[in-house]
């Protein structure tokens, strides 16, 4: 089936940089993406999400870009701090009633201090 | 803002045995609830999910069933465990108007 998948499995940046972490999606139907960040043994936590009516969205040190043309995805840190450092996976909504999110493979971010 | 319960933290279990992984949610009321599993290194494939008590939707065949007894509690449950049935199990929760899941802090199965 359709499914969403990143650019890059690992990602390794210095303290205080800008940290692009990338994502591919397939679905066309997709109308909503979100992204997540996951520590070591700990759920996913929220961090930004998207719908397809919009190509930027803001929050605090973070933009989400939706370039739907090339089916891309991506997630900017701003002044990335160590506590960054984790698995940040994004996810798809691919319609439907049930909201059942596709999630891709995740990306390990490393902030070296 | 809901809170979603999870336990225990960590399970090691011998092939063979049962299985019972119990979430509980709070501070949301008709929740559709998620099973997820994650494999080492892997990302979360779908399990199961329910809109409702008593729906349970599978994704994918497998050894694991789940029930939802109560509205804001959902059961993850094997007869018998298999080796392949270890990994980190997260249960999650989302609302019927809105895409975005709330993840618990998982449960660690080993199966031995």
């Known amino acids: 089936g359709e499914s969403v998948g990143l650019h890059l499995p690992t990602l390794s940046v210095q303290e205080g940089d800008n940290s692009i972490i990338n994502c591919a999606y397939s679905n066309s139907a997709s109308d909503y993406f979100i992204w997540y960040k996951q520590e070591s043994g700990k759920g996913p936590q929220f961090i930004i999400d998207?719908?397809?009516?919009?190509d930027k969205r803001q929050g605090q040190r973070v933009t989400v870009l939706l370039n739907k043309t090339v089916k891309h995805l991506s997630l900017q840190i701003a002044a990335t701090q160590p506590g960054d450092s984790a698995v940040y996976f994004c996810?798809?909504?691919?319609?439907?009633?049930?909201?059942?999110?596709?999630f891709g493979k995740g990306t390990l971010l490393t902030v070296n201090p | 803002s809901q809170t979603i319960h999870q336990w225990p933290a960590t399970l090691v279990q011998p092939v063979g045995s049962p299985l019972s992984l119990e979430c509980t949610v709070e501070?949301?009321?008709?929740?559709?609830l998620y099973w997820y599993r994650q494999a080492a290194g892997r990302g979360l494939q779908l399990l199961f999910y329910s809109v409702g008590i008593g729906q349970i939707s599978s994704e994918v065949p497998q050894n694991l069933s789940a029930s939802r007894p109560q509205d804001r509690q959902f059961i993850l449950s094997s007869k018998k465990l298999l080796l392949s049935d270890s990994g980190f199990y997260l249960c999650?929760?989302?609302?019927?108007?809105?895409?975005?899941?709330?993840f618990g802090s998982g449960t660690q199965l080993s199966v031995l």
């Open positions: 998207i719908r397809s009516n919009m």
């Open positions: 501070g949301t009321s008709n929740p559709n």
């Open positions: 999650a929760c989302g609302q019927p108007s809105n895409e975005k899941l709330f």
């Open positions: 996810a798809e909504n691919s319609g439907g009633s049930n909201y059942k999110l596709t």
